[in-house]
């Protein structure tokens, strides 16, 4: 087993009305959260304990007087947390479980007994997430299912693959030649942890942008937010193979439109909206 990186994390704890919560999600990530928890009436974003907190909290608060200012206001309050790395698997342990996802798939940490007749796919998120549970990652394991008997399985690339969870889906679903990219050394580092605790060995975990990826995929998946999917639609489109799939993830209802003109530009037609509560996947094909 590789050894994981020493890192303590903070977590915002915000309190904030329904009508901006989408809008306010949208900034964590564009500020460089690793993930966000959506509760009934809160959501808790994460950041690395380096990250610049006096400027995390200067957003935080333009987006409060801008909720102030406006006809629709509410509460709005936040706090924040450091979460030592030693607690951190402890925080995770508290809130996740196994789940049943489409036809095929079981979603479950490693202290949880495997299910006989299913494709386990075995997730400790370690320091990134993923873990299967957030609509948009369950999306994409639905629609890799459907559509992944509809190619010669040869080779898949997952753009900002986490936790590895979408690269390990493909590889047990039967693709020869996986691969997954990420840009954060946490997320590189768990999803190879990952990919040994599901001894799937023969998929490829790289650090970088979807630059470094080389050749043609059948399937490429991009469970990402909307701006940057519209700002890779080209290359996405370099690298899919004719009359491949790509599955397009992160995206709120209201911003689909934006990223299925982009992926048109760029020589991509649609096949398929799949909405799943406040975000929608699409499929688009060359």
């Known amino acids: 087993m590789r050894h994981k990186t020493s890192m303590s994390y903070y977590e915002y704890s915000i309190n904030v009305s329904p009508p901006f919560r989408d809008a306010l999600i949208k900034n964590l990530y ?63 342990k508290q809130g996740f479980h196994a789940i049943d996802v489409g036809d095929r798939f079981t979603i479950l940490p490693p202290w949880e007994q495997k299910k006989t007749g299913r494709i386990n796919l075995v ?34 690339l997952d753009i900002g693959t986490g936790t590895g969870i979408l690269a390990i889906a493909a590889a047990k679903l039967g693709f020869h030649h996986v691969t997954g990219i990420d840009t954060d050394i946490l997320a590189v580092e768990a999803a190879r942890e990952n990919i040994v605790i599901n001894s799937t060995p023969d998929i490829c975990i790289q650090m970088g942008s979807l630059t470094i990826s080389n050749g043609e ?36 209802h209201g911003q689909d439109d934006e990223v299925v003109e982009a992926m048109r530009k760029a020589g991509l037609g649609l096949v398929e909206r799949w909405p799943d509560g406040k975000w929608i996947s699409l499929v688009v094909t060359r």
Not at 126 to 147: P, W
């Open 30 to 92: 564009d500020a460089g959260s690793l993930g966000i928890i959506e509760e009934d009436d809160r959501i808790r974003a994460y950041f690395p304990a380096g990250s610049d907190m006096r400027k995390i909290e200067q957003d935080l608060a333009v987006s409060q007087a801008l909720m102030e200012a406006s006809s629709q206001h509410g509460a709005f309050a936040f706090q924040r947390t450091l979460i030592p790395d030693r607690d951190w698997n402890e925080t995770w």
């Open 123 to 156: 997730i400790d998120p370690a320091m990134a997430f993923g873990t299967g549970h957030h609509e948009t990652t369950r999306s994409c394991l639905l629609l890799i299912e459907k559509y992944a008997d509809r190619t010669g399985k040869e080779h898949f």
């Open 217 to 252: 995929f059948d399937v490429i998946v991009a469970n990402i937010i909307s701006g940057v999917l519209v700002m890779l639609a080209p290359a996405i489109a370099s690298h899919l193979r004719l009359k491949g799939f790509c599955i397009l993830s992160g995206i709120l």
